[in-house]
Nanobody
Framework: VPLQASGGGLVEAGGSLRLSCTASGRIQSMSDMAWYRQVQGKNRELVASITFRGAATYADFARGRFSVSRDNPMTVDLEMNSLKSEDTAVYYC?????????????????WGQGTLVTVSS
């Protein structure tokens, strides 16, 4: 799995958490990266995305509270502030990349393993 996410945990409502995701392995180039989340029983939804050049977009629920950043081409972080109970979900990082997959170099989408964020009210 080329993406490894970390930073989830339990936090009280109003608190903050920072999620990090790092790409590794046989990767030649990275493009856009993003964070998604999935609440149990619901579809996975986009939280925020960021291009290779650092242009960020946010879901309405994230704008003003969350901040996505890339310190280098291989990482993406998500700073989450003013957390609410409805932010409780499994958060996944996502990347569009060019790397080795099934024995060939190709463009493909990669997902991290997911990290659980629980916000207690």
């Amino acid at each position: 799995v080329p993406l490894q996410a970390s930073g989830g945990g339990l936090v009280e409502a109003g608190g903050s958490l920072r999620l990090s995701c790092t790409a590794s392995g046989r990767i030649q180039s990275m493009s856009d990266m993003a964070w998604y989340r999935q609440v149990q029983g619901k579809n996975r939804e986009l939280v925020a995305s960021i291009t290779f050049r650092g242009a960020a977009t946010y879901a309405d629920f994230a704008r003003g509270r969350f901040s996505v950043s890339r310190d280098n081409p291989m990482t993406v972080d998500l700073e989450m502030n003013s957390l609410k109970s409805e932010d409780t979900a499994v958060y996944y990082c996502h990347a569009d990349l060019f790397g080795m997959r099934d024995g060939t170099w190709q463009n493909y989408e990669a997902w991290g393993q997911g990290t659980l964020v629980t916000v207690s009210s």
